[in-house]
């Protein structure tokens, strides 16, 4: 009769075990999915920096055309026109703080890149004339912030390396 009682308890253990490992990998197969199906950080920053230069151009958001859409854009030659949804001031200073954040998370030379790639996506799009000049501008700014930038990196270092110099011996 023991026998038979430890047996039995045996078989529940290992399927209440196998019960567990079974709920633990669908509980981590759901997280894993639900990441993944997050944009990344860095995703979510070149988008609200794409946000902020669509409403300098006065264009709406690119997220609602489709590629189809894009395509007849192009076989049409129609420059993009579209009205900006107002964005409220709250909406704006929350989306200037999420890049103001990520900015100080990262280094320059990572924002610098998501935005000349966000650049480059919008140049994609048809804009007018003055929609492209602007965006022109502002690249040309964005490339002057980078090499100021670079300038005071290699001033940082030549001191450094000077400093090591003169203040080791």
């Known amino acids: 009769m023991k026998g038979i009682e430890d047996k039995l308890s045996h078989q529940f253990q290992a399927r209440k075990q ?3 490992k079974d709920q633990y990998q669908e509980g981590y197969k759901q997280e894993v999915l639900e990441v993944m199906q997050q944009p990344s950080e860095e995703t979510q920053y070149k ?3 794409k946000q902020s230069l669509l409403a300098q151009l006065g264009i709406s ?3 609602d055309s489709s590629k189809e859409a894009k395509k007849e854009a192009e076989a049409e030659k129609a420059p993009v026109e579209k009205q900006l949804k107002q964005e409220t001031p709250q909406e704006k200073e929350q989306r200037l703080a999420k890049m103001k954040e990520f900015e100080q998370k990262h280094s320059f ?7 000349k790639e966000a650049l480059q996506e919008l140049k994609e799009i048809n804009l007018t004339d003055s929609q492209r000049e602007k965006l022109t501008k502002l690249e040309k700014v964005l490339d002057t912030e980078k090499k100021d ?3 005071q990196k290699k001033k940082r270092e030549i001191r450094k390396w000077i400093h090591k110099i003169f203040c080791t011996e």
């Open 18 to 20: 196998a019960q567990q």
């Open 149 to 151: 930038h670079d300038k």
């Open 109 to 115: 030379d990572k924002v610098y890149k998501l935005k």
């Open 61 to 63: 958001d690119e997220k």
């Open 47 to 49: 988008q609200l920096f």
